[in-house]
């Protein structure tokens, strides 16, 4: 099995399947992002690896237990002609978790919530880990079949698991301050994960979304926000003039003689 690894064909199969397995985690980074925000300072950088670990342990789980997910897809309800399997349940309940959390954290950063309340609802660790933990299954169901149905090695799956994980955990505190940063960013990012949200419930209901339009959609609104940061950095702050500005040859806006 270890020579098959070196084959031209194996290492385009292990650079294609890291790539994409990237791709496909960094709406888990994003949300473990989101949720180790809401943590003490100090616990941060905990939760996020132990979030990032957590799917490492999820997906190669996943990954050994292939034959079950498979029989998952078998339906134990069923509505006439429409069935529902336990994976289409798990896609469908992990979609609207996704989407209310995200929703909830959306009305928080509109709505603001006083001293108090932050108190009150601080998270967790634990609390943090479980919603970390629900949300890593069902990235993974994705994740795995997504994997199994281009490579047969399982070898190379799980290397390529590795990679993209341990990439994932190299740019999650990168990725996580930037969000915090940049508050607009973090809005776009909870947006994002309503629509990943939304197209993991219409999956389970059997409605297939090229998942290249989602993705095309993300890059195309996060470029347009890259776009308006670069602009607001560089535009000049507006000066507002007063009485004082003008020269006595100039004439002064009624409404700035009519200030006190």
Known sequence: ????????????????LTALEIILGIDNVVFISIIAGKLPPEQQGKGRTIGILLALVARIG?????SWIIGLKEPILTF????????DIILMAGGLFLIAK???????????????????????LQSAIIQIIL?????????????????ENVLIIVI?????????????????????????????????????????VVEGLHVEVPKGYIYFAMAFALGVEFLNMKLRKNSKPVKLRN????NAE??????????K
């Open 243 to 246: 009485k004082m500005d003008y």
């Open 160 to 200: 390529a698991i590795v990679i993209s994980l341990a990439f994932m955990l190299a740019f999650a505190k990168p990725i996580s301050d930037f969000i915090d940063k940049h508050p607009t960013m973090k809005l776009l990012a909870l947006s994002f994960l309503i629509m990943i949200g939304f197209l993991l």
């Open 1 to 16: 099995m270890l020579e098959q690894l070196f084959t031209l064909e194996s290492i385009v199969s292990l650079l294609t």
């Open 250 to 259: 100039d004439k002064i806006p009624d409404e700035i003689v009519k200030e």
């Open 80 to 87: 006439g002609d429409f069935g529902l399997s336990l994976r």
């Open 102 to 124: 995200s929703v909830s954290e959306i009305h928080h950063k509109l709505e603001g919530v006083s001293e108090e309340e932050k108190e009150i609802k601080a998270m967790s």
């Open 62 to 66: 996943l990954l050994f237990s292939v």
């Open 135 to 151: 949300i890593d299954i069902v990235f993974s169901f994705d994740s795995i079949l997504t994997a199994v149905s281009l490579v």
